[in-house]
């Protein structure tokens, strides 16, 4: 039997490991006669089965403000506690109004109830799935646990609440047996692998003519060699480890690509990754203005080039 799926998260746009993996899970659902729809601060889906709510995004400015005074901090003022609640009360009746427009059967978070990003988006929603014992899958692409700006707070109640809650009715899934042990450990909560893959049986079509197009517009000459760092810039991901193999092959031959965008998380570790790289004498190239994701089903793919084209 067919049912109406919710997906809900920050943002579902762009290239992101979780924009990416959201998309793969609803081709799967809609292969078996499923209908998702799509809830978010930022969007790039189907207007027409999307609820977009700028309020859910991690750079909404009330969120940078709410976070700017809980994150790095030991206490947090009552004006602030006052804040979070008021746009949790808000993004809940945000939610109540998804639920209804398109009459959503099961709701699958991406990522909102595993970090703290948007602090009270987790709130709204675990209040939300506990008040109408929704039937939910929490899908865990990282924790809070795993990254040290959540480290110190003063939300630490809410973080336990929420970040993720322990709900009968939450099925939570992880991508790998390292956050599966993690999160049996520090919050007793079972969870179920599903990694990040790819339809090795189904691989993609790759048009030679638009791949040649693209090492055109990121300047890469026939007989350069492509290095490809196909992440965000955050520093998490390690990339001066690229730039420093890049540097160890010893060629001029060599261009580090990096194919997804910076900003989440500030553009201080992209300054330091480009100063990083001239001082290793390695040709650095930004190409995410030119990338949309494979999955989706909008124009964009005809003006920009497929993640497969890198």
């Known amino acids: 039997m067919s049912k109406n799926i919710g997906f809900v998260s920050t943002r579902f746009a762009g ?6 993996e959201s998309s793969k899970w609803a081709e799967v659902f809609a ?4 209908r998702c729809f799509w809830f978010a601060g930022e969007l790039d889906r189907e207007k027409e089965k999307s609820l977009l709510v700028p309020q859910a995004h991690f750079e909404n400015e009330q969120n940078v403000w ?4 809980v994150l790095g901090e ?13 746009l949790r009360s808000d993004l809940k009746s945000k939610l109540e109004k998804f639920i209804r427009q398109f009459n959503i059967e099961l709701l699958v978070v991406e990522n909102a109830l595993s970090i703290p990003m948007n602090i009270p988006l987790g709130i709204a929603l675990a209040e939300f799935i506990s008040e109408t014992q929704i039937p939910t899958i929490a899908h865990h692409h990282d924790f809070c646990w795993e990254r040290t700006r959540y480290s110190v707070n003063a939300v630490g109640e809410y973080i336990h609440m929420a970040f993720p809650p322990d709900l009968p009715n939450i099925e939570h899934v992880v991508i790998n047996s390292a956050a599966q042990k993690e999160l049996a450990h520090r919050r007793g909560i079972s969870s179920t692998i599903i990694p990040n893959v790819l339809d090795f ?3 993609p079509l790759i048009d030679v003519k638009h791949t040649e197009e693209f090492r055109k517009k990121i300047n890469l000459k026939n007989d350069q060699i492509m290095i490809l760092q196909p992440t965000r810039i955050i520093r998490r991901k390690g990339i001066e480890l690229a730039i420093e193999l890049a540097r160890a092959l010893g060629t001029k031959r060599c261009k580090l690509v990096i194919s997804h965008k910076s900003g989440d998380e500030g553009f201080e570790y992209f300054e330091w990754i480009k100063d990083y790289a001239a001082g290793h004498g390695v040709d650095l190239s930004m190409a995410d ?3 949309a994701s494979p999955w989706k089903n909008s124009g964009e793919l005809q003006k920009k080039f497929s993640l497969w084209n890198v």
């Open 201 to 203: 049986e189904n691989p």
């Open 15 to 20: 290239t992101d490991g979780v924009s990416l």
């Open 289 to 291: 203005s030119h990338i």
């Open 74 to 86: 030991k206490k947090r003022k009552p004006s602030v506690t006052e804040s979070i609640h008021n």
């Open 66 to 69: 709410i976070n700017e005074r």
């Open 31 to 34: 292969q078996s006669g499923h």
